[in-house]
Nanobody, 127 residues
Framework: QLELVESGGGLVQPGGSLRLSCAASGFTSDNYAIGWFRQAPGKEREGVSCISKSGDSTNYADSVKGRFTISRDNAKNTVYLQMNSLKPEDTAIYYC????????????????????WGQGTQVTVSS
């Protein structure tokens, strides 16, 4: 019933761009967060960006701020992550997740606030 499906990953050169998509289904709550997280080999999973259902709240990790942009199309139940100026250190498996909003509908990037996860999509940045 509850499903998140990521797509759009691939192999790109440094400085290139990718757009990831997260298609969500089965979520009927009036408001929630969708977050993008990534995990590189040997590292802990870390938050990348998040957005509220309304789109009024967004958040970015410092490492991607100014390069990545999160957006959503509620008519398509899809959240996007536009990734520009990609760096080798962006290489990871990227996951989207469904989670809670804090007071005043603020989305956050802490793992404890997310409950449902997609299968992940591989992003590799290499020359």
């Amino acid at each position: 019933q509850l499903e998140l499906v990521e797509s759009g990953g691939g192999l790109v050169q440094p400085g290139g761009s990718l757009r990831l998509s997260c298609a969500a289904s089965g979520f009927t709550s009036d408001n929630y967060a969708i977050g993008w997280f990534r995990q590189a080999p040997g590292k802990e999973r870390e938050g990348v960006s998040c957005i509220s259902k309304s789109g009024d709240s967004t958040n970015y990790a410092d490492s991607v701020k100014g390069r990545f942009t999160i957006s959503r199309d509620n008519a398509k139940n899809t959240v996007y992550l536009q990734m520009n100026s990609l760096k080798p250190e962006d290489t990871a498996i990227y996951y989207c997740a469904h989670g809670r909003l804090l007071l005043f509908s603020v989305c956050v990037l802490t793992l404890k606030d997310y409950y449902y996860w997609g299968q992940g999509t591989q992003v590799t940045v290499s020359s």
